[in-house]
């Protein structure tokens, strides 16, 4: 396992310094969901919540969220990103399936540096949305999966998750 880099020689937290770094394309999926009772899935696909469009309102929260994370996130690199894209899958409790929505956010720049902690603050604050819009009928909800899926570009390459995410 390499060394943790946004340390020092000494120990302290520092900025990695990606000047000397090619700029490439650069790819984070990530994704995660948010557990709820079957009546909140029901007013979110219908579009009846009290506060209005849940997942248009989440989808706006993840995109700005990625343009942000620097700002969240001490050591992150300001990016210039060149796409943010954020969707949403309701999974109905047919089946024995706990009712939740599915967050994957898709995030791309082209510079020295990854972008994958963008795309897990994406789906973390669109889910934190979900979560605020819905409370009100539903404070049990819980936000649990998020990862990063895939990533792409650099000299560290691609990464792919284990589909059944246990890796």
């Known amino acids: 396992m390499s060394s943790l880099t946004h340390f020092d020689a000494h120990g302290q937290a520092h900025m990695v310094d990606v000047a000397g770094k090619a700029a490439t394309h650069r790819v984070a999926v990530a994704t995660g969901h948010i557990e ?3 009546a909140t899935l029901a ?3 219908a579009g009846t ?4 469009d849940v997942l248009g309102i989440a989808r706006i929260a993840g995109i700005q969220a990625a343009k942000k994370t620097s700002d969240l996130i001490p050591l992150c690199h300001p990016l210039a ?3 943010v894209a954020v969707a949403f899958a309701l999974v109905d ?3 024995g399936s706990v009712p939740q929505v599915a967050c994957t956010a898709t995030v791309e720049t082209v510079g020295p540096t ?3 902690m963008e795309a897990l603050t994406a789906v973390q604050v669109a889910l934190l949305t979900i979560y605020d819009m819905c409370k009100a009928v539903d404070r049990r909800m819980t936000i649990s999966g998020v990862r990063v899926l895939e990533k792409h570009g650099g000299k560290s390459g691609s990464y792919l998750a284990d589909p059944a995410g246990t890796a």
Do not use: D
Request: charged letters at 25%; zero cysteines; hydrophobic letters at 40%.
């Open 43 to 45: 007013l979110i696909e």
């Open 36 to 38: 709820m009772q079957a």
């Open 114 to 116: 990854g972008v994958e």
């Open 81 to 83: 990103l060149t796409r």
């Open 93 to 95: 409790p047919a089946g």
């Open 49 to 52: 919540a009290k506060k209005g």
